[in-house]
């Protein structure tokens, strides 16, 4: 289907997307991060809101003008992440987990700025595990047929990992791009598998991040009925 003038199939819908890559504060001016740009999840909203939804848009860090018509809602960490991701899912009827997640945060923040010690060697930086959002959310659907739906990078066998992590977080759909040289990071164009809970497989071919956001959209209204 040609998209120049979006079919309105996701109107009266409300979705979820989360964007960008969370920050995990280690004092006032340092952070764990990661690099998503945050132009996959921003690309999946404006193409929600062209088909009809209403969007929620949690975006951790991503530096990216808001989308025309969206709701965005500014986050910083995982748990801050959680919590928005879990309040706007209430009442949502898809859920999209672009997100760039940080799986460990540090355990402790120094409210001051750490500083070096003359002859010492630094402090070790201990880390504790960051909730799992999206398995959260598959486990406990906030309503009956919400679709809740992955993202995941992945190397080596890329299928086998990904069906792996389809089943272990409980998503019905898990995007699975192979990352590399070129690929995904700050790039304008993806090239992605969209597996499916029902044994599915779309393949996506290299193109524009709205191109796979359409895709995932396909997919999504077609389980909402
Ligand atoms: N995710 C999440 N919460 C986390 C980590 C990841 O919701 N704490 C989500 C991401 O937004 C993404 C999906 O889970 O949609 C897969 O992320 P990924 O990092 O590939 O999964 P992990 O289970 O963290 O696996 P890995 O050990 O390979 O990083
Ligand atoms: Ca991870």
New binding site residues.
């Given amino acids: 289907l040609a998209r120049g003038v979006a079919e309105p199939d996701l109107r009266g819908r409300h979705v979820v997307v989360?964007a960008g890559g969370t920050r995990e504060p280690l004092d006032p001016v340092r952070f764990l991060g990661n690099r998503s740009s945050g132009k996959q999840g921003y690309a999946l909203a404006r193409t929600a809101a062209a088909r009809g939804a209403r969007v929620t848009l949690v975006s951790a860090n991503a530096g990216l003008p808001d989308p025309a018509g969206v709701d965005v809602v500014r986050v910083g960490t995982?748990v801050q992440?959680?919590e928005a991701?879990l309040k706007a899912a209430a009442d949502a009827d898809a859920v999209?987990?672009?997100?760039?997640?940080?799986?460990f945060r540090p355990a402790a923040y120094a409210s001051g700025k750490i500083k070096k010690k003359d002859g010492q060697d630094p402090d070790p930086i201990v880390l504790v595990?960051?909730?799992?959002?999206?398995?959260?959310?598959s486990a406990d659907r906030a309503r009956p047929g919400q679709v809740v739906?992955?993202?995941?990078?992945?190397t080596d066998d890329v299928l086998a990992?990904g069906r792996a992590?389809l089943a272990?977080?409980g998503?019905d759909l898990?995007?699975v791009n192979e990352v590399g040289e070129r690929k995904t990071f700050g790039s304008e164009e993806n090239e992605a598998v969209v597996l499916g809970a029902d044994g599915s497989e779309t393949p996506v071919p290299h193109g524009p991040k709205e191109a796979l956001a359409d895709t995932v959209w396909d997919l999504v209204a077609g389980r909402l009925g």
């Fill in positions: 989360s995982a992440l959680r991701v999209v987990m672009a997100a760039a997640v940080a799986d595990r960051n909730p799992d959002i999206l398995a959260e959310i739906v992955g993202f995941a990078a992945e990992n992590k272990r977080k998503c898990l995007v």
